[in-house]
């Protein structure tokens, strides 16, 4: 059965489709009732007009296209454009133009809906420069939308297949490109890449190829994508990453990183190599700021955000902070963050972009310096006397405490807060010495010199300095450490060891001396013994011989008395342990002694007195040793005096404590060289012409021992051939 | 020969005198340092001997020795220490200062006349000449 004319008159004006004829020109014929809200005119006057006089202005250019390209070969043709409407805006139409007889049959279908989402997608499509495509693995059918064609520069007439798709790849890439395709059929997974493409007027451009399967009973039916001209982003991308290899290379090695906070969103950019030093995850370009928050030492945490609100806060633009942060390898490290901060109208904080700077290898050094320092203090107070630290220019850069006090006591200077030179807070006498051994450490010298001082208390302190240089960088002196060590102890002992050793050398001396004088006074009498033994035994004439025996005998007496004293002279340490003490008359025992010595000054008819004191002056000595010392004096008084007298004293002076005895003679005296002799063991007090007395001097030198012993004195005054006087003085008791 | 022996000890001094005097000696004796340098102005010497500790308040020997080497007259005439120091490095000593020989106390005479005859040797060759 078919359709009446009738029948498809009603199907005409009843149907949704609009119905057209139209002149092959293009002039409008007829139409059905629904075209009429595409024509604001009655339709007698439409019928006299051109439809391209109805349709937009970018679709009379297609209209026209689609009418010239048909033809009895090709009768029909579709095509799309739109009316704008008074009611509804824009309706879009889809038309089937079919030729016949020199008429244009329009079949036309309202597409206006899917035309405004098709509209919206060409222009992102124009905007953005993207496009879409699909292909069915099943019959291997491509399709590209008209913005894939614009990309690739290539006539939309075209058709499009899988290879020619492909062909736009450059050889090295092409497999690669063609098997993102494959894998996704096999592996039903998603895709994206961004590739080179040349395009088909041989231009570069950099494509991001979406692609997404569609699925049916577990197979891809089909393969859904899209594509974008991504050529500006990647010069851009490329340039941002040459850029970011100037900054790796420039931060290599210095733990340092570069910053960019985005202050509203709360997220901060970080260089590649900062991230990787802290772990952070490397596939987003943003780092949440909780995250990073993460990355700071807890103790350091709440000064860090303290520190980082008030640079937030400030009017100037300048950001500073510092912490510590985790390093990947878990240790921490000190950063130090300088950045700058851009501010919106209303002076808020926007963004921040800056630097974070490694300054942990600062922070050891700041410090182990002052670790050291403390410990040179440390090791400056208590271990030295005193010790100051100079730069060249002789300036104080440290002291002990000590010395500190001292500086601050005696000059009223404080070097620890004003600069201050060594040399004017030092004592007068040091300076000079100070600036030789200074310009010495100066060269590099290590200096030591002994200094004498006297302390504000007035003691003698002896201190040895040492200059000490101390190299800095290059080389070169820097400063120099001056120490001053008390030897004062050490001096003090020296010198009683010095004075020690002279002492006992004077022994020595006076050992060998007396050995030597013993050994000369035993010599001399010897040599007249052997000589007259020799003379003897040739002499016969008896004269001659009684005058031998007699020198005989002489220096045989001359020998026993110096053996004697010799004797004597040994036994002082004796007698000093065995001493007998009694309480005595000095009176009674000097006039006991003058009375011994009386016949031998009578033989030489001297004047011999004794004046004693008037109360019995009683003394506590040992009586024989006394007597032995006064008859030395007495002795040896008449001895060397040939006329005149010998007057021997005992006064009590009225002292409660002493007694003094004196013997004064008239004889030959004594000469002043000699008279501070005469109490040395052997000096020889026998003198003069006649040669008549010779004996040795171990008498006097007796009468002093015993006499000190007794805890007494003994002094002599005597002029030369003027006569002697010995002064001795007793105390009451021992 | 001629010999001043100047000593202090009367009695060293005689036993000197005799003991020399066998030798055919001529002995002068002089006590202390001023009676030698008296003693050398005025007589021909050929040998002086001179004891050292010439007593407290004296010139002593060395003091003597000094003198007598300033004068021209002695030039060639030595001078021996004969003395009672008889310690080790004594001899040394004394020879150092200038003595031409030393003799200690107890003179060996053996010795002494034994020097003092080759002197007189010397002086007879020197006499010859």
């Known amino acids: 059965m078919s359709f009446t004319l009738e029948q498809f008159g009603i199907l005409s004006e009843k149907t949704l489709l609009f119905l057209l004829l139209l002149k092959k020109d293009g002039k409008i014929i007829t139409f059905n009732n629904r075209c009429k809200i595409l024509f604001p005119y009655d339709k007698n006057e439409v019928t006299r007009k051109h439809i391209t006089d109805f349709i937009i202005d970018e679709d009379v250019a297609v209209f026209k296209d689609a009418i010239n390209s048909l033809s009895d070969e090709n009768p029909i043709v579709d095509v799309s454009f739109s009316f704008p409407t008074k009611k509804n805006g824009l309706l879009a139409l889809k038309f089937d133009l079919t030729l016949h007889n020199g008429l244009i049959y329009a079949v036309g279908i309202d597409t206006t809906e899917e035309y405004k989402e098709h509209r919206a997608l060409m222009t992102i499509s124009k ?90 009973k577990n197979e891809v039916v089909y393969v859904n994508g899209t594509i974008a001209d991504v050529t500006d982003r990647h010069i851009y991308i490329e340039k941002l990453k040459h850029n970011e290899e100037t900054k790796h290379l420039a931060l290599k090695g210095i733990r340092s990183g570069l910053f960019d906070h985005l202050v509203e969103k709360n997220v901060v950019f970080y260089s590649v190599d900062f991230k990787k030093m802290l772990g952070l995850p490397l596939d987003q370009d943003f780092v949440p700021e909780e995250e990073f928050r993460k990355m700071i030492h807890p103790d350091d945490v709440d000064e860090a955000l303290k520190r980082h609100l008030t640079n937030l806060k400030k009017d100037e633009n300048h950001y500073y902070n510092h912490y510590r942060l985790k390093h990947l390898n878990g240790a921490y490290r000190h950063y130090e963050v300088h950045g700058f901060r851009r501010k919106d109208q209303d002076g808020n904080t926007t963004r921040m972009v800056g630097n974070l700077i490694d300054v942990q290898q600062r922070k050891l050094n700041e410090r182990t310096i002052a670790e050291s320092k403390n410990r040179l203090q440390a090791m400056v107070n208590n271990g030295f006397a005193y010790t100051v630290l100079l730069n060249t220019q002789g300036e104080i850069l440290m002291t002990d405490e000590k010395s500190l006090k001292i500086i601050k006591r005696d000059f009223g200077v404080d070097p620890t807060k004003v600069t201050c030179r060594f040399i004017d807070v030092m004592p007068l006498n040091f300076k ?29 302190q002896w201190l040895e300095s040492k200059y000490t240089p101390i190299y800095g960088q290059e080389q070169k002196v820097n400063s120099v450490l001056i120490s001053f060590h008390d030897i004062t102890e050490q001096k003090l002992a020296e010198i009683a060891i010095k004075e020690s050793h002279i ?232 | 020969m001629n010999v001043l022996y100047v000593e202090d000890n009367r009695i060293n001094a005689m036993v000197m005198d005799k003991m020399l005097s066998k030798n055919d000696s001529k002995v002068i004796i002089a006590e202390n340092g001023s009676q030698a340098l008296k003693v050398v102005k005025e007589k021909n010497l050929d040998l002086i001997l001179v004891d050292i500790n010439l007593g407290l308040n004296q010139m002593d020997g060395c003091e003597l020795l000094k003198r007598l080497r300033k004068l021209d007259i002695l030039k060639n005439i030595p001078v021996f220490a004969v003395t009672a120091y008889a310690m080790p490095g004594d001899k040394q000593r004394f020879i150092s200062i200038g003595f031409d020989n030393y003799f200690s106390k107890p003179v060996d005479f053996d010795q002494l006349l034994s020097v003092i005859s080759k002197i007189g040797a010397g002086s007879d060759k020197k006499q010859m000449i």
């Open chain 1, 127 to 216: 905007l953005t420069k993207t496009g879409a495509w699909y292909f069915a693995p099943k019959n291997n059918e491509m399709y590209w939308s008209k913005g894939c064609y614009l990309i690739k520069d290539l006539d939309p007439k075209v058709p499009i297949t899988r290879e020619k798709g492909a062909s736009f790849y450059p050889e090295e890439s092409r497999n690669r490109v063609e098997s993102y395709l494959d894998n996704l059929i096999k592996n039903k997974k998603p895709y994206e890449y961004t590739e080179k493409i040349i395009t088909e007027k041989g231009n570069e451009k950099w494509i991001k190829v979406v692609a997404h399967p569609v699925i049916y």
């Open chain 1, 432 to 460: 000079n010495t100070f600036a030789h051994e200074f310009n010495e450490a100066l060269k590099g010298n290590i200096v030591k010199k002994e200094i004498e001082r006297i302390t504000h208390k007035g003691n003698l």
């Open chain 1, 503 to 734: 002492k006992e050398q004077e022994l020595n001396s006076l050992k060998s001396n007396i050995l030597s004088n013993f050994s000369h006074e035993i010599r001399t009498p010897l040599n007249g013994i052997m000589t007259v033994s020799k003379l003897l035994l040739g002499e016969k004439d008896p004269e001659e011989r009684k005058k031998l025996l007699d020198y005989l005998e002489e220096s045989k007496d001359r020998l026993l008395e110096t053996i004697n004293n010799l004797s004597n002279f040994s036994e002082i340490e004796a007698i000093k342990n065995n001493l007998n003490l009694k309480e005595v008359d000095l009176n009674y025992t000097v006039e006991t002694s003058f009375r011994e010595y009386k016949h031998m000054a009578d033989a030489k008819n001297l004047l011999y007195r004794l004046e004693l004191d008037q109360t019995c002056p009683q003394v506590c000595i040992d009586e024989d040793l006394f007597r032995a010392a006064i008859n030395n004096i007495v002795h040896n008084a008449i001895k060397y005096t040939n006329k005149g007298s010998i007057i021997i004293k005992v006064h009590s002076k009225s002292s409660k404590n002493n007694v003094y005895i004196s013997v004064a003679d008239t004889g030959i005296g004594i000469d002043k060289r000699n008279v501070k002799k005469i109490f040395d063991p052997f000096m020889q007090e026998s003198i003069g012409i006649s040669r008549k007395y010779e004996g040795t001097g171990i008498g006097l030198s007796l009468s002093k021992r015993y006499i000190e012993i007794l805890d007494g004195k003994i002094k002599v005054e005597s002029k030369i051939g003027m006569g002697t006087e010995f002064n001795i003085i007793i105390p009451r008791s021992l």
